[in-house]
């Protein structure tokens, strides 16, 4: 195949797997009882009628794109993050407790100085997943989701305690949440009258650095080799052990980062709730968009979309928002096995083949030249050793017989 | 009910292809009742693609297979088996946890019952067959306790408990020792009397030993059949590779400088935390080859990673150029001037995933000449790779393909072309050779022993012991974690080193 028939048949199965998920999503509706086409038209079309529904699909997508870069530096490294919730809930507490702390700070100071307190907050949670993992070899996906409790019930110990409002105490309401932080400490909003925030400029910035970090430099070269086979790296020369760290570090980091944008540009408090599923909508969005930022970005927009059509259709489909969630696990699960189509090499022959046939084009029995094709062995398990046959000096006198 | 005897296999216009390669290009095969056929080519041949469609495993585009004149066909292995059609592959299907019974009861679907399994009968078909063909096994062994010779045993036998009348048998001598293999040709042979056997190989010596006939694929074509007994061992290996083979030999003498690479008492724990290398003492001299024989499994691999950094000693000296390099990192041993040819090259010598090029710097990448301030300089590694791709003859499509999807030949190629292109004082290749055809074997041979003249110390790890004689200056023969003994290369036999290896000492 040929660059170009290489994207269409990419495009054609990512499309594929798309209405594979939409018909399992059709399925589950069908079962409660709802209107399929209905929802589908409120889900996609409903958000992008008017300004206000594209500027809160890209609230949406801000944290998103956040935590899914993150989630892509860790899974590049090899170390699969799903913690990613719990370090924005820590994340958003280092925030809040900067901005608290020092309310006194001109803007310029304070809004970078809490966010990178956020980033921290995040970094060092994620960075204890990754000390455990490269010093003690405790599994991350363990250690990421244990930890994702632990920050739960501490940041809800300290929204109802020590970080609570004291007005709330005053009034008798008694909602957990904390004082509005002091505005030095705000995202500005980019269009009046809508939520969109500054976030937006730093979430595509961020992606930007993280291409630039993982494929441009020797920092990414290393945390890319460690994460793509340890034993090579190490035997390399590379501490692969210090290359975990540094990845949970960043990837930690990402998801702090986000949880404190979140709140200097949407909500301006630390409340509960607020992390809303997006650490762990971002590892889907991160394997959607292929683990690469050129991927993440549209694909955070796509579930901005998804997300903000679903809580749409509560009110004029009458579908409950929840649908969205089985339609993430639907696509989640169409991705995975759409991989299988997109890599293997022998599939995707038969595909070509099975085309050709129903279009009537002739195949050539060796297509292109024999030395194009180097089957990827991890899908080809028999014929892998075929490689060799690239090198074919076309002699072949038969001899004996 | 026994099925008919297998009299008659043929194969006819057996064609197969996979993306971009014809792997299988009208293949006609025949093997009659009681012969031994060996099905002889070099890496990529099509010999493993060719027996897993008689294996059921994959289906033919094009081309029948008759048994006993009748057309037959293979949807899965089962079918296969059902014909009395029996494989024992390269890599052996057996769970080390469980016992030999208790393996070889899983196939025998007929001692499964509703609730439990007859392994009485199990035992008892083992020790018949056993007896039979003089394959002696531990049915209450488990299988991580025997040695691979062992281990193949119990696959024959598993494979004739199954009822095969027919063996297929492919590379089963890749991983046994010189003394296994001879064993197990003359048991082979023995078993030749009562069914066929297609025998995979690219050893000719063996082919000689073992077949009637032989067969020789190149490029997915029959290029040659004909008597085994007509047809000498040299002019096999030129019709396997397409041109005369003359493996280099290390015109031994001169050359040596003085000591580059100095190995003293070195005492290293292996995994299981028992002394795998037990005092070892070893110096390789400037321009010599210093050849580590033995049967994997006897320190090889500890002291090939306790050279490299990546194992602890317990206590030792590791002197290169004078530098200490015992537990120091991998980092500071490359930085000495260390290459490493590692015995896993999928793994260890190369990222899979990674592109060649990258592959290719993979030690160096953050030296200057390819990165500056911490940024990769693209251009410069691209034209790194375009160069060694020619100076090596990596053969790929393009520098930019994941290095995983090569051959094994082109593989080790990159990994030698990265060691070699950086200048080492002194190289390990452990099993550089394992599992390639002669073509490859030969240019590798030839990279080693220009190192040589140019004055590197190679330690070369192997237990193949005709790459072992044909390139060390001197060979040491390591034995359960000690060096048995060291004779110069010139004087040494393989029966001498066969014996060494096995832990005699013939004095």
């Not at chain 1, 970090?213 to 692969?240: D, N, S």
């Not at chain 2, 025949?30 to 008689?54: C, F």
């Not at chain 2, 297929?168 to 003359?186: A, G, K, N, R, Y």
């Not at chain 2, 028992?274 to 500890?302: C, F, H, K, P």
């Amino acid at each position: 195949m040929n660059r170009a028939a290489k994207v269409a048949y990419g495009g054609f199965v990512v499309a594929a797997a798309i209405f594979a998920a939409m018909f399992v999503g059709a399925l589950v509706m069908m079962a409660i009882g709802a209107d399929v086409f209905r929802t589908y038209w409120v889900i996609l079309t409903e958000p992008l009628q008017d300004l206000f529904g594209v500027t809160e699909i890209l609230v949406r997508a801000i944290p998103l794109s956040l935590v899914a870069l993150g989630i892509a530096i860790a899974f590049r490294s090899g170390i699969l993050n799903i913690g990613a919730e719990g370090q924005m809930l820590m994340g958003i507490l280092a925030y809040a407790a900067t901005a608290i702390a020092l309310p006194g700070l001109p803007k310029f100071i304070l809004l970078p100085l809490s966010l990178l307190a956020g980033a921290a907050g995040g970094a060092l949670w994620g960075g204890i997943a990754g000390f455990l993992k490269a010093r003690l070899q405790v599994n991350e996906i363990l250690s990421t989701v244990m930890l994702n409790y632990i920050a739960a019930q501490f940041y809800t110990f300290l929204l109802r305690g020590p970080l609570m409002d004291p007005g709330e105490l005053v009034t008798g309401t008694g909602t957990p949440q904390t004082i509005r932080l002091p505005k030095g400490a705000w995202l500005d909003r980019l269009v009046e009258g809508t939520r969109l925030h500054a976030g937006l400029v730093i979430a595509l910035a961020l992606a930007v650095a993280v291409f630039f970090l993982l494929w441009r430099t020797t920092v990414g070269f290393r945390m890319r080799a460690a994460g793509a086979e340890a034993k090579a790296a190490r035997y390399a020369g590379i501490g692969v052990e210090r290359y975990l760290i540094i990845a949970m570090l960043l990837s930690g980091a990402f998801a702090g980062l986000a949880g404190a944008v979140e709140v200097a540009g949407v909500h301006r408090r630390a409340i509960e709730g607020i992390s809303g599923g997006y650490g762990f909508t971002g590892i889907v969005v991160a394997l959607f968009g292929g683990l690469h930022p050129a991927g993440i970005i549209p694909a955070s927009a796509v579930f901005g979309l998804l997300l903000l059509g679903a809580d749409m259709t509560q009110r004029s489909a009458n579908v409950p928002a929840n649908m969205v969630l089985v339609l993430q696990g639907a696509i989640i699960l169409s991705i995975v096995a759409a991989r299988q189509f997109m890599n293997n090499p022998y599939v995707q022959d038969k595909v070509t083949r099975r085309f050709a046939k129903w279009f009537g084009k002739r195949v050539p029995t060796v297509p292109e030249a024999a030395e194009a094709a180097c089957p990827d062995p991890a899908d080809v398990a028999g014929p892998c050793t075929a490689g060799e046959d690239g090198q074919g000096d076309g002699k072949n006198p038969a001899e004996g017989r | 009910m026994r099925p008919e005897p297998i009299r008659t296999l043929e194969l006819r216009g057996i064609t197969k292809r996979f993306p971009g390669v014809l792997a299988c290009d009208g293949i006609n095969l025949d093997v009659p009742e009681h012969s031994v056929l060996a099905l002889v080519g070099e890496n990529g041949a099509g010999k493993t693609t060719l027996m897993n469609i008689l294996m059921g495993l994959y289906q033919p585009d094009e081309g029948s297979i008759l048994l006993n004149g009748r057309d037959v066909k293979f949807r899965s292995p089962n079918d296969a088996f059902g014909h009395g059609i029996g494989m024992v592959h390269q890599h052996f299907m057996l769970v080390p946890n469980m016992t030999v019974v208790e393996n070889i009861a899983l196939g025998m679907k007929e001692t499964h019952k509703t609730f439990g399994l007859d392994l009485k009968q199990v035992r008892r078909r083992i020790l018949e067959i056993s007896e039979r063909h003089e394959l002696p096994v531990q049915p209450d062994a488990f299988v991580w306790q025997l040695s691979v010779g062992e281990q193949q045993r119990v696959e024959l036998v598993k494979t004739l408990c199954l009822g095969a009348r027919f063996l297929i048998l492919d590379e089963p001598t890749s991983e046994l020792t010189p003394q296994e293999t001879d064993e197990l040709i003359v048991l082979l042979k023995k078993m030749s009397d009562e069914l066929s056997i297609i025998f995979i190989s690219h050893k000719l010596h063996e082919v000689k030993a073992l077949s009637d006939t032989v067969s020789i694929l190149r490029h997915g074509r029959m290029v040659f059949r004909g008597n085994t007994a007509d047809h000498s061992s040299s002019d096999l290996a030129a019709l396997m590779t397409g041109h005369e083979v003359n493996l280099p030999r290390n015109e031994c003498g001169d050359g040596c400088g003085d000591v580059l690479l100095e190995i003293r008492d070195l005492r290293v724990r292996s995994d299981r935390g028992y002394m795998a290398l037990d005092g070892v003492s070893l110096d390789v001299r400037a321009g010599e080859i210093l050849g580590v024989a033995g049967v994997s499994g006897n320190g090889q691999r500890e002291l090939a990673d306790t050279l490299n950094g990546l194992r602890r000693a317990e206590s030792g000296t590791v002197l290169l150029g004078g530098k200490q390099l015992l537990n120091r990192s991998p980092r500071d041993v490359i930085d000495s001037g260390m290459g490493y040819i590692p015995e896993d090259r999928n793994t260890e010598g190369i990222v899979p995933s990674f592109s060649i090029k990258e592959n290719l710097v993979l030690k160096d990448f953050a030296a200057g000449t390819f990165s500056a301030l911490s940024f990769l300089r693209l251009g410069t590694i691209r034209r790194n790779a375009d160069n060694l791709k020619k100076r090596f003859d990596i053969r790929c499509p393009s520098t930019d393909t994941a290095a995983g999807s090569l051959s094994g030949g082109n593989i080790q190629k990159v990994i030698l072309a990265r060691e070699l292109a950086r200048g080492p004082k002194a190289l390990v290749a452990v099993y550089p050779t394992r599992g390639l055809d002669m073509g490859a074997e030969e240019f590798i041979h030839n990279q080693l022993l220009e190192r040589r003249r140019e004055g590197v110390a190679i330690l070369l790890i192997s237990e193949e012991l005709e790459e072992i004689m044909n390139l060390s200056d001197r060979i040491a023969v390591i034995y359960k974690g000690r060096i048995l003994k060291i004779i110069p290369g010139g004087e040494a036999t393989k029966k001498g080193l066969g014996m060494l290896m096995a832990g005699v000492m013939d004095e």
